[in-house]
């Protein structure tokens, strides 16, 4: 036992001499690398690339303005030129821009004003009267024709104008009976009942009379009077 612990100890630090190298290997490689990159004596440094001049940056941005209002196209010739003549202007408002042409030499006012003459119609020739005669004669055919038909029709206007009038005047004459009988009957009913209330009335007058009679003839002592009824 005794001579185990002894051994322990120095496979131990066996083990942490063996790794203490690794470790300061392990630290010293990021010092290497530092020391490769730096120049050699004598030699310039190389020059690092300058970075790219940024551009400037605009405070604000621009403002997007639409763009102008292409202009509107003609519009295209009507057909005929409907609409789009320009009127001569006016004589009465502006009588020297008057377009209308002057009247010739030589004439008055006078003979502008005459009347002009007008050709009479020609006479009318034997196929215009025929034609005539012919309308004239389909004319008569139809009248003919119709003229029962439409004096029938006038016929059974008048009779349903007139069966309506009377249809009207009865229902006008019903309903004025129905408002008297209605007034009659309503009479009749107020008689009634008037007549009822006063025949109470004097019914219970007589029972108040005859009531005060049998007091007073109690009071003066009469003992059949005086018995409840």
């Given at each position: 036992?005794r001579?185990?612990?002894?051994?322990?100890?120095?496979?131990g630090?066996?083990?942490?001499?063996l790794?203490a190298p690794a470790?300061?290997q392990d630290?010293d490689?990021?010092?290497g690398?530092?020391?490769?990159?730096?120049?050699?004596?004598?030699?310039e440094?190389?020059e690092k690339?300058?970075?790219?001049?940024?551009a400037?940056?605009?405070?604000?941005?621009p403002?997007?303005?639409p763009?102008?209002p292409?202009?509107?196209p003609a519009?295209?010739?009507?057909?005929g030129?409907i609409?789009?003549t320009?009127?001569?202007p006016s004589?009465?408002?502006y009588?020297?821009?008057?377009?209308s042409?002057?009247?010739?030499?030589?004439l008055s006012?006078?003979?502008?004003g005459?009347p002009?003459?007008i050709?009479?119609p020609p006479?009318?020739?034997?196929?215009d009267?025929?034609?005539q005669?012919?309308?004239e004669?389909?004319?008569?055919e139809i009248?003919?024709v119709?003229?029962?038909?439409?004096a029938r029709?006038?016929a059974?206007v008048?009779a349903?104008?007139?069966a309506?009038?009377?249809r009207a005047?009865q229902?006008r004459a019903?309903?004025e009976?129905a408002?008297l009988?209605?007034?009659?009957?309503?009479?009749?009913?107020?008689?009634d009942h008037?007549?009822?209330?006063?025949?109470?009335?004097?019914?219970v007058?007589?029972?108040?009379?005859?009531?005060?009679?049998?007091?007073a003839?109690?009071?003066a002592g009469?003992?059949?009077?005086c018995?409840?009824r």
């Amino acid at each position: 036992m005794r001579t185990t612990l002894p051994c322990l100890a120095l496979a131990g630090l066996a083990a942490l001499g063996l790794a203490a190298p690794a470790a300061a290997q392990d630290r010293d490689r990021p010092l290497g690398d530092l020391l490769d990159a730096l120049p050699d004596d004598g030699a310039e440094a190389p020059e690092k690339p300058e970075p790219a001049a940024a551009a400037p940056e605009r405070p604000f941005a621009p403002l997007l303005r639409p763009p102008p209002p292409r202009a509107r196209p003609a519009p295209a010739p009507v057909p005929g030129r409907i609409g789009t003549t320009e009127l001569p202007p006016s004589a009465a408002l502006y009588p020297e821009n008057d377009p209308s042409p002057a009247p010739p030499a030589g004439l008055s006012g006078d003979a502008l004003g005459a009347p002009v003459a007008i050709d009479p119609p020609p006479p009318p020739t034997e196929a215009d009267l025929a034609w005539q005669a012919l309308q004239e004669q389909r004319r008569r055919e139809i009248n003919a024709v119709e003229a029962p038909l439409v004096a029938r029709l006038n016929a059974q206007v008048a009779a349903d104008q007139e069966a309506a009038r009377l249809r009207a005047e009865q229902d006008r004459a019903d309903y004025e009976r129905a408002l008297l009988d209605r007034d009659a009957e309503a009479a009749r009913i107020e008689a009634d009942h008037r007549a009822a209330i006063e025949a109470h009335r004097r019914a219970v007058a007589r029972q108040r009379a005859a009531h005060e009679a049998r007091v007073a003839a109690c009071l003066a002592g009469d003992r059949a009077a005086c018995a409840p009824r």
